[in-house]
């Protein structure tokens, strides 16, 4: 445990976000951990509501996790999708027979009435997870790409096309509708939180959607406690997924540096990889740098430990 008292709020998307939400969970007081997950990639495929980034969050921080995959559930079987592939069904999104329950499920009590929020709340409990995690809104926002095959919604663009479509403009639907979280604007007035933590998730598809929602980003920038932003890029190059691609498609450098520009006033402490010390040189901002790899349970541990250490050594 990390000996500091106080509460800390992380905003993830799935894979990459996921591993450092669950080094920050092993480190910290269960209790004391908010994560606030994206839900831009969230769609209704096969007339179910899916949520992956929560989803890849419930199942990391419940130890359901399928680590090799990088989202589902470990020893999944896959009944389902043979039998909708022998009907005819669509199989390019594919959902795993034990995740199946969680859409259904949360489909079902979505049409009751019932709140992403409050769905994901007790499905949390009942996985025995101690954090707690939200959605970042409850209202509906879907992130949609502008591509040189036209506009895509974001899993026709991830999955079905496998990132390859070139990207001009990302775009987070609804968000200007949407309404944060109360939960989260709580956690920010909060005089006991001590660090926000924004996890090295893609900047442009998993945190720019959560940053999207009105007023969320100006909270954030105006609490008092640090923002805390550690860099998806590692040795000028992304670990897993599509950021690399999508950043020098934007007309982005691929180096730690642009990310940390990309979320300008916002970040208070910039966590980077030593093989990137190079590109952060030049920052106008607090940088502090460590092993950012998360290979194994050790490696997110040590992370969280050094992102939560990371204010103080800059203040010192
Ligand atoms: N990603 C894939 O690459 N292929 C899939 O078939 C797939 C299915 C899937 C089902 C449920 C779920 O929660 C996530 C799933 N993902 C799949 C991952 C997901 O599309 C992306 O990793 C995230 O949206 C990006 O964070």
Redesign the pocket.
């Known amino acids: 445990m990390t000996g500091q008292p106080g509460r800390v709020l992380a905003l993830s ?3 990459g976000g996921a591993k450092l939400a669950l080094g920050l969970y092993r480190v910290l007081p269960p209790d004391t951990l908010t994560i606030v997950a ?1 839900t831009g ?1 969230d769609f209704t495929h096969l007339g179910l509501a ?4 929560l ?2 969050l419930l199942y990391t921080l419940s130890g359901l996790d399928n680590r090799e995959q ?3 559930r470990r020893d999944e079987t896959w009944n389902f999708m043979a039998a909708l592939e022998t009907l005819g069904g669509e199989t ?4 795993g027979d034990g ?1 199946l329950a969680t859409h259904v499920e949360r489909t079902r009590r979505l049409a009751a009435g019932a709140s992403l929020s409050s769905i994901t709340g007790d499905f949390a409990r009942r996985l025995g997870i101690a954090a707690r995690l939200l959605p970042m809104s409850d209202d509906p926002v879907r992130t949609r790409l502008d591509t040189d095959e036209g506009w895509l919604d ?2 026709d663009y ?2 079905r096309r496998r990132c390859l479509p070139r990207v001009r403009e990302v775009v987070f639907a609804g968000a200007a509708a949407a309404r944060p979280h109360p939960a989260i604007d709580a956690a920010l007035a909060d005089p006991m939180l001590r660090a926000i933590v924004i996890c090295p998730s893609n900047p442009l ?2 945190i720019d959607p959560i940053l999207s929602v009105p007023g969320l980003r100006a909270a954030l920038r105006d609490c008092p406690a640090p923002v805390v932003a550690v860099s998806p890029i590692i040795g000028g190059r992304a670990v897993k ?1 599509p950021t690399a691609k999508m950043m020098q498609e934007l007309g982005m450098p691929v180096d730690a540096a642009a990310v940390a520009r990309h979320y300008g006033d916002l970040v208070d402490v910039y966590v980077a990889d030593e093989e990137d010390a190079g590109s952060v040189r030049g920052l106008d901002l607090p940088v502090v740098l460590t092993r950012t790899l998360m290979t194994d349970l050790a490696g997110r541990e040590a992370l969280a430990r050094a992102v939560l250490a990371a204010p103080g050594r800059i203040a010192r």
């Open positions: 998307g799935g894979v994206n990639d899916i949520s992956p980034d989803d890849t990088g989202w589902g390019w999104f594919r959902l995740d974001f899993q991830f999955v598809i998993s997924g």
